[in-house]
């Protein structure tokens, strides 16, 4: 796969169209500061002299960088860098230590290029605590939190005028063991203080702030490495030429994980992989798991880690070759197993190639390709994956289970920008999602399908508590939505105490879990008609016969008001094409229609309640 | 080392980072070479520095005036660590 830089400078001299993927491969694989500025020269060389056609594939880029150090070379670093992961790049570069003004004044360069991205690198002289050792713990507490703050306050700054994404560069403790003992009984020591400091910036950072975190950088490459004084009294360097590649590649890499969905699914083999040996050769009792030998304890802590995936919003799915009840037994029997049947969303055991197995995951989870990474400790299994399915990110086991772990923390896919509650239970909804598709298919019919499901609704009249959810599905539900008409949480609350009104939240569960509360109705009452104000449901119970409950409550709230007809409106908006013949499925008579929507009636003598599935709980009211 | 074989092993960095074949002599200087500008010289400052392993003072680099004293520098400074 590697280049010579002989080879490239030949492409590069005559003017060969392969110059480009090669330049790009061999960025990827530089590892040293003159290397990377060396293809840094000739990227510039090419551009500027026209002679080879522009690569096809990269996405350009306007960026800025400005901090109190010199940015150059590190400028050269960056934009290689961001080469090296398809990005071509524009660069504002700022003057030394001029980062504040660049920012503040309105009528600066940097505003005016607009960058999409904006690297900052404080400057630690400026964030460094100037008062004694001995000053009260509470005193450069409050400093430090101020001079958090304000740095914060800078990046609004910045990203209210450029609404760019902004990488906020932390700061590097010093590794001197000046103070000895006492380094850590005072917040004002350089060590203690910027420790501290970073801590802060991280957890008070802005969803538009990622921290670029030269701290841990530096840590993980040696702090005595990644400092370089030398480089600062001569060229106001931030660090050593090794920690300069490493925050260039860092920043890189962010900016291209904030511009690429992340990863979703991580394929699992099992033979050598979850566990130690072959299932089946030596059996339930044979393979190498738990905490009796050491190759057992490092599977274990392996599975371990991949259940705390989960919790990232990341599915397991399992993709191995075996006889599917012998690979199944110790999810189900092994003791020691920390990964249960329940954690895996797609099990695939067979002896079909594993680019065919992975490609039916994808889609019986409807997902991309692109967010699968499938982890084998067979090179072959991972290069007929790479081969078939480039689409899929793979990650090829080092021989000694002890590595593992190691392999996937620094692999990068599983790096969330952020974490919300929902990630964490995504896998239960898959779960969830995928058994009634398993279901399905053993269900010889619609009808014992939704019997077997033994779902259970609850009715209820709008309640306060219940007030902020009503009044996101009223604002987000596009699809399943008769009027999509939006009301803020205190028009709902209106509607609480109106008697113009009635209102009804349904929640739905069913053998496989809680779906919460996933429908809201409003109706409108206006002499005899009960008019339908509000329908809305979301997507993931659809066909669940939930529409049919929903209406047999609406009858009977129209009864109970003294109403002789609903009377349902279709209102057609981009997104809710599906419930077009909402009213005519359920029995009503069309009074209008045409392309502003439609009126339909329902004459509630005679009526006759839709039989279901589902079985009904009225919460009292 | 002396100052010729000193030259030999730079010939390599140069041979790797140059586009044109640059020729180390004695008296060649960055004025003579298109492509020496400062961002090549820091490559070959940071690239020498890891080939031969030595660390320069501060200064001492941009006191040499051609790649005679820059060669001649590595070899005190090769001197200086043997010692």
């Not at chain 1, 990488?167 to 917040?187: A, E």
């Not at chain 1, 979301?538 to 529409?547: F, I, N, P, T, Y």
Request: aromatic share 8%; hydrophobic share 40%.
């Amino acid at each position: 796969m590697g280049y010579s830089y002989d080879t490239i400078k030949s492409l590069l001299i005559s003017k060969r169209p392969e110059f480009w993927q090669a330049l790009k491969q061999a960025s990827q694989d530089a590892v040293s500061l003159e290397e990377i500025l060396f293809l840094a020269t000739l990227r510039k060389r090419a551009d500027a002299s026209k002679d080879i056609p522009p690569v096809d594939g990269v996405t350009s880029l306007r960026i800025a960088i400005l901090g109190g150090y010199s940015l150059y070379p590190l400028r050269e670093l960056i934009e290689q860098s961001l080469f090296a992961v398809g990005y071509v790049s524009h660069c504002y570069l700022g003057a030394y230590d001029n980062y504040t003004s660049e920012i503040l004044d309105d009528t600066s360069d940097m505003v005016a290029f607009k960058p999409e991205v904006v690297i900052l690198l404080p400057s630690q002289r400026r964030h460094s605590y100037q008062g004694a050792l001995t000053d009260d713990r509470q005193v450069i507490e409050g400093h430090l939190k101020k001079e958090c703050q304000q740095l914060l306050a800078l990046t609004h700054t910045l990203h209210e005028k450029t609404k760019a994404d902004i990488l906020l560069y932390n700061f590097i403790p010093p590794p001197g063991h000046d103070l000895g003992t006492y380094r850590n009984k005072t917040l004002a020591s350089p060590w203690s203080y910027t420790a501290l400091l970073n801590l802060e910036l991280g957890l008070n950072a802005p969803s538009y702030v990622q921290i670029c975190d030269v701290h841990f950088m530096a840590a993980r490459m040696g702090l005595l490495v990644a400092q370089d004084r030398r480089g600062w009294f001569e060229s106001k360097q931030l660090g050593s030429p090794a920690l300069l590649v490493a925050m260039a590649r860092e920043s890189a890499r962010i900016i291209a994980a904030l511009r690429q969905p992340m990863k979703k699914v991580l394929v699992l083999d099992l033979d050598n992989t979850i566990w130690g040996g072959v299932i089946g050769d030596a059996g339930l009792e044979g393979i190498e798991l738990g905490d009796t030998s050491p190759r057992g304890e490092a599977f274990k802590y392996f599975q371990k880690y991949v259940l705390s995936l989960t919790e990232r919003g990341i599915l397991l799915a399992v993709c191995s070759k075996n006889d599917h009840d012998k690979a199944m037994e110790p999810f189900e029997k092994h003791p020691e197993m920390v990964l249960r049947s329940q954690h895996i969303v797609c099990f695939k055991a067979n002896w079909q190639p594993k680019s065919d197995n992975i490609r039916a995951i994808a889609q019986e989870l409807n997902l991309g390709l692109e967010s699968f990474v499938f982890v084998d400790d067979n090179p072959a299994e991972i290069e007929i994956v790479r081969q078939f399915l480039p689409q899929v990110s793979t990650i090829s086991l080092a021989s000694d289970p002890s590595d593992y772990v190691g392999q996937l923390e620094d692999s990068h896919y599983f790096e969330p920008l952020v974490i919300t509650r929902e990630d964490r239970d995504r896998s239960s909804q898959y779960m969830r999602e995928t058994r009634y598709k398993e279901l399905q298919s053993v269900a010889t019919d619609m009808d014992s399908y939704l019997s077997s499901l033994a779902m259970q609704a609850t009715f209820s009249a709008f309640t306060r508590v219940d007030v902020p959810r009503i009044a996101q599905l009223i604002n987000k539900s596009n699809q399943f939505n008769l009027t999509t008409k939006r009301r803020s949480e205190s028009e709902v609350l209106a509607l609480l105490a109106s008697d113009q009104h009635v209102t009804c939240t349904i929640r739905l569960s069913d053998r496989f879990g809680d779906h919460g509360l996933i429908s809201v109705v409003i109706g409108q009452i206006d002499g005899d008609c009960l008019h339908v104000d509000t329908w809305l449901m979301s997507c993931r119970v659809l066909k669940r016969q939930v529409e049919e409950e929903a209406l047999n409550e609406l009858v009977r709230l129209a009864v109970r008001s003294g109403c002789s007809q609903v009377v349902g409106h279709y209102l057609p908006s981009a997104k809710n094409g599906m419930v077009k013949s909402h009213y005519q499925n359920l029995g009503f008579t069309t009074v209008r229609e045409d392309d502003d929507g439609g009126d339909y009636v329902l004459h509630i003598a005679g009526y006759r309640p839709k039989q279901t599935n589902i079985s009904i709980v009225r919460s009292a009211k | 080392m002396n100052q010729s074989q000193i030259i030999e092993k730079m010939q390599t960095i140069f041979d790797k980072l140059f586009l044109e074949p640059v020729v180390l002599t004695p008296e060649l200087s960055a004025k003579g070479v298109e492509e020496w500008d400062s961002l090549m010289q820091i490559s070959i400052v940071v690239a020498v520095e890891s080939l031969f392993n030595i660390r320069f003072k501060m200064g001492e680099v941009e006191a040499t005036q051609n790649v005679g004293q820059f060669a001649d520098l590595i070899a005190r400074c090769l001197a200086s660590k043997a010692s």
